[in-house]
């Protein structure tokens, strides 16, 4: 086992960041944390790097315990925080340098760990660290949070606030990594990265929802999922809110994803009803559930059950508070 | 400029130095439309966002905002339009009133004014009884409303939205979409960046930018059939691939 925790739990003044998660990482596995912002992704990560110090719980990382084997566990953990820390004023050349050094090591001992990444960049590594595009700034900060050969590697949020191109070529250099076996944590807030991951835990408000791999996650999802396609989506979307059948209605891309209460659903009953209702081209197909169809349905069955009244106008959630940006 | 456009944009272009972030860009944007404006990180958004708003002075070309010039009005283009950044922009640590109050002061609201919008706004999003309750103390999906809200205070034509859903969780991601839609229903365009390209299937028009320019501009489902992708994904990774995006 790489990573173990138990009931682990932090709080931010009454911002309960961490309620207690626990979880459990082999070694060589790729383990995402996918869940939005206040989640407490970052938090877990910090804690588990040793940079920040739990209220309470248990957590060992490669067998070391991050309270008081910090010292230890440093030299063998790679981080990738969430915000660009390199520096900035310093030149991509300079700040690997910097941080194979501090690690007591050479960039030209463990060249060969960071090679198939950091050739990308090389031809500008006279640049400085702040003049580098968002992509080519990743790549730095991956390159130097592997110098020192670590045994496992932290990488929170790499790819938010990334374009679409450049989050595929990050989870492709991850996919090399792996054929490593180095053990990875990466947290992120988009949904369809989690197919990139051996196993992934569905993150919200401070507790894990679900551990599972992404095809258990899509499995578990309980009941039929029904896209509904018509030329008119916004009324589409109205129209199937208002029906009385609904379960859970959610907008995905131009398909509508709908669930439905009863057992005994008929799909081609609803096409012909959305039909008279004045909608055109309207089609019903069952599909699999997706990675964020499971965690929309988890979340709503935390808030109440009732996924429909979520979407309803006016005050949304019934929690009294929101932990952002923990 | 022709009435049912609210932007129109023609070659126009922007330089740092020697360096083109926009290259001769050509485009309008219709009243009342939802207008997805995609790229690749560095392929030039946040540029031409910037010269819309009355920000920032082309260096050449010719651009039209709720019928204003941008180099010569950009004051007054700053009053009629809207805007959202990436983080919900209000004042943690001012109340729900204060906060309302506080932007329709800085939009030129009369006092009278501000009292009706305040008590309209209470109403319609169900805030009464948090009135005097600190932003901080909020939960998200009342934070992200309110400050939809008062962004189009001042009912502008057009509001600009930079990324308005990065890491908000997937249902008040599909709540927010609900504002947008209920504004563009009222008559209100919409322009509005993202990185979640399921969104992009959302808006009646979509532009894509590569290194600058744009490199196509359609509706979803035109584009889709014109790159033969299943979704806008797919559209974007072609387009990003093929003009060499780092």
Known sequence: MSVSVRNLKKTFGDIEALKGVSFEVKTGERFGFIGPDGAGKSTLFRILVSLLLPDSGEARVVGLDPVTGYIELRRRVGYMPGRFSLYQDLSVEENLTFFATIFNTTVAKNYHLIRDIYHQIEPFKKRRAGDLSGGMKQKLALSCALVHKPDILFLDEPTTGVDAVSRREFWDMLDKLKESGLTVLVSTPYMDEASRCDRIALMHRGEILEINTPEGISNNFGRDLWAVHASQRYRLLKILRAYSHAESVFAFGEQIHYTDRRHDFDSEELESWLASQGLEKVQVKKIRPSVEDALIALIGREAGGDQSTIMQPGPVYPGPKNGTGA | ?246
């Open chain 2, 1 to 246: 400029m022709k009435q049912d456009n609210i932007i129109e944009v023609n070659k126009l272009t922007r330089s740092f130095g020697d360096f083109i972030a926009v290259d001769q860009i050509s485009f309008e944007v219709r009243r009342g439309e939802i207008f997805g404006f995609l790229g690749a990180n560095g392929a030039g958004k946040t540029t031409v966002i910037r010269m819309l708003t009355g920000l920032l002075i082309p260096t050449s070309g010719l651009a039209r905002v709720a019928g204003e010039d941008v180099f010569r009005r950009a004051e007054a283009i700053k009053k009629k339009i809207g805007y959202m950044s990436q983080k919900f922009s209000l004042y943690e640590d001012l109340t729900v009133v204060e906060n309302i109050r506080f932007y329709g002061g800085i939009y030129g609201l009369s006092a009278r004014n501000i009292r009706s919008k305040t008590d309209e706004l209470l109403n319609r999003l169900g805030l009464v009884d948090v009135r005097d309750r600190l932003i901080s103390e909020l939960p998200l999906g009342w934070k992200q409303k309110l400050a939809f809200s008062t962004a189009v205070i001042h009912d502008p034509v057009i509001v600009f939205m930079d990324e308005p859903t990065s890491g908000v969780d997937p249902i008040t991601r599909r709540q927010f979409w609900d504002l947008i839609y209920e504004a563009a229903d009222g008559g209100t365009t919409v322009f509005v960046t993202t990185h979640y390209m399921d969104e992009a299937e959302y808006c009646d028009r979509v532009s894509i930018m590569v290194d600058g320019r744009i490199d196509a501009l359609d509706t979803p489902g035109g584009l889709k059939r014109a790159f033969g992708a299943p979704d806008i994904d797919e559209v974007f990774v072609k387009l990003a691939r093929s003009g060499g995006a780092s």
